[in-house]
């Protein structure tokens, strides 16, 4: 059972518009969240991280939101821009020993100009 | 840029051969990590390093050993490959605040 879940395979978005990423888990040990960008052909690229002791970080265009009692997560861009066109992973680590991330199944994010 | 490399970048092979893939980081991290990506799942642990001589499994660690006698390299070795091994393989380090880091990946096709 996957205790990390984005549930929207695709998202597309209007250039300048509002990006909203979503991801759910199910694992109340997680206390460590991060999202990566993978273009085609790379390595993932680490983008912005929250620990559960916050609700919202932000980093430039990128802003994540925690919902602790909700288990949800999620990954605003504003303004979207063309080049932000990837796939988009939530992962999550409990903090113990290896810092393990268990990654979602990834959202392809299409900005169109 | 993290300093990771992956070697080989691609591979072809047949079902029943050998294969290793080397991880190789120029900068003295600890933690090394080997993952498969595959759609729909996203990227998943095989093993994980967390010294020369340390390593343990992951989620998906069946079929797969690991090695690690230098600090700097990783290496993932499927001792009898199979077509259910066909994937892009990641290596990652952790960095300083528990983020990790990857490499560019390895294309491999067990036919």
């Known amino acids: 059972d996957q205790q990390v879940k984005q549930n929207s395979p695709s998202l597309s978005v209007q250039e300048g518009r509002i990006s909203i990423l979503n991801c759910d888990y199910t694992?109340?040990?997680?206390?460590?969240f991060l999202w990566y960008k993978k273009y085609p052909a790379e390595g993932p690229t680490f983008l912005i991280s929250i620990s559960s002791i916050k609700d919202k970080n932000e980093d430039g265009r990128f802003t994540v939101f925690l919902n602790k009692s909700a288990k949800h997560l999620s990954l605003h861009i504003v303004p979207s821009q063309p080049g932000d066109s990837a796939v988009y992973f939530c992962a999550a680590s409990a903090g113990d020993a290896g810092n393990m991330l268990t990654f979602g199944g990834g959202t392809r994010l299409m900005v169109k100009p | 840029d993290a300093g990771i490399t992956q070697s080989p970048r691609h591979k072809v092979t047949e079902t029943g051969t050998p294969v290793t893939l080397r991880c190789h980081q120029t900068?003295?991290?600890?933690?090394m990590y080997w993952y498969r990506q595959d759609p729909g799942h996203g990227l998943r642990l095989i093993h994980y390093s967390y010294g020369v001589k340390d390593t343990d499994k992951g989620e998906v660690s069946d079929g797969y050993s690991v090695s690690r006698s230098k600090t700097e390299d990783f290496l993932l070795t499927l001792e009898s490959a199979t077509s259910s091994q066909t994937s892009v393989y990641f290596c990652?380090?952790?960095?300083?605040?528990?983020?990790?880091?990857f490499g560019p990946g390895t294309r491999l096709t067990v036919l």
């Open positions: 900068e003295n991290h600890r933690y």
């Open positions: 990652a380090i952790t960095g300083h605040a528990n983020e990790q880091f």
């Open positions: 694992n109340s040990m997680f206390d460590y």
